[in-house]
């Protein structure tokens, strides 16, 4: 197990920011952490990576408690926060030096991370420059950079791609993905195309209450806060009347979606499927087209997380 939660729980004061959460992330696994702003990853995550103690229950990676063990948590995490954290006034190289110097890395094997991180990361016409004069994703790919430069088991990535134009975005992403083939990754962000293009698994969060923790494509076929529901694509040559599509076994509601297209709404687990097609036969509707659309990961967020939040 590389990361284990249990029952963990974190107050500012008076203020309650994760409230008794569990979840575990297995060797090898990418797992988005979603939840809206002020939900509780941020703090997470600075548990995680020994920045912030709990205030109860038990955080371990790699089989190590966060509390009892954090120099040697430190040693097998690489943490990228939100705040990408660069010393502005020194060059790349120089900057990836320190930062494995701080991991107690020396001689050929400092030398040869550095030459690593480099080139994993696009680095090489860059390094000889100032922090301060990169733009904003060769910055990103810094911090990556540094993140892995003493080859951690486990990369921890608070909103990686926040303030990325579209292209950065996706060299960012592609580089997740690359570095994820042999790391653990846990990762927060707002951007649910990088969680159906990374992810397996998303763990999300609300008010400091786990309230999702399941596989990407078994979270995009459920609806969270108003029950099991299933939705058919359907368009006739025809004009067919809704009260009589209403009438279909299992559907209980239509929707207009365009001229002769209509959105079946069932709260039955069953596929219907086959049911609304022979229906259309009985009924001489000659169907163009019957889909089953799963819902969208921005539909079910909305639905288990609501509105409001505080502050992380």
């Avoid at 904003?136 to 990535?157: E, S, T």
């Avoid at 909103?159 to 083939?181: F, K």
Wanted: proline share 3%; net charge neutral; glycine share 8%.
């Amino acid at each position: 197990m590389s990361i284990s939660v249990k029952n963990l729980t974190k107050k500012y004061g008076q203020q309650l920011a994760l409230n008794n959460i569990s979840f575990t992330i297995d060797k090898g696994e990418i797992v988005g952490f979603l939840g809206p702003n002020g939900a509780g990853k941020s703090t997470t995550m600075k548990i995680a990576t020994c920045y912030l103690p709990p205030t109860s229950g038990v955080l371990e990676v790699c089989g190590l408690n966060v509390g009892h063990n954090s120099l040697a948590v430190r040693q097998q995490v690489g943490y990228l926060p939100e705040h990408n954290p660069l010393y502005l006034d020194m060059y790349v190289h120089e900057y990836l030096r320190f930062i494995g110097q701080i991991h107690k890395l020396k001689g050929k094997i400092l030398k040869d991370s550095v030459h690593r991180v480099v080139e994993m990361f696009g680095l090489t016409k860059e390094q000889n420059k100032l922090i301060g004069a990169l733009s904003k994703g060769f910055r990103q790919r810094v911090g990556l950079a540094q993140a892995l430069i003493h080859d951690p088991k486990v990369l921890i990535l608070d909103e990686p791609t926040t303030g990325l134009d579209p292209n950065q975005i996706t060299e960012i992403r592609e580089l997740i993905r690359e570095v994820s083939a042999e790391k653990t990754v846990l990762f927060s962000t707002h951007i649910m195309q990088e969680v159906q293009a990374l992810c397996q698994r998303v763990v999300i969060i609300n008010n400091g209450h786990i309230v999702a923790d399941k596989a990407v494509s078994q979270l995009k076929d459920e609806s969270g806060m108003n029950g099991y529901y299933q939705t058919y694509r359907v368009s006739f040559e025809n004009r067919v009347n809704q009260k009589d599509l209403k009438q279909i076994p299992g559907v209980s509601e239509v929707q207009e979606d365009g001229k002769d297209t209509f959105l079946l709404i069932s709260a039955e687990e069953q596929d219907l499927r086959a049911t609304i097609f022979k229906t259309a036969v009985t009924n001489g509707w000659t169907l163009i087209e019957l889909t089953r659309q799963s819902h969208s990961l921005e539909q079910v967020f909305k639905e288990l997380t609501g509105k409001g939040g505080r502050s992380d």
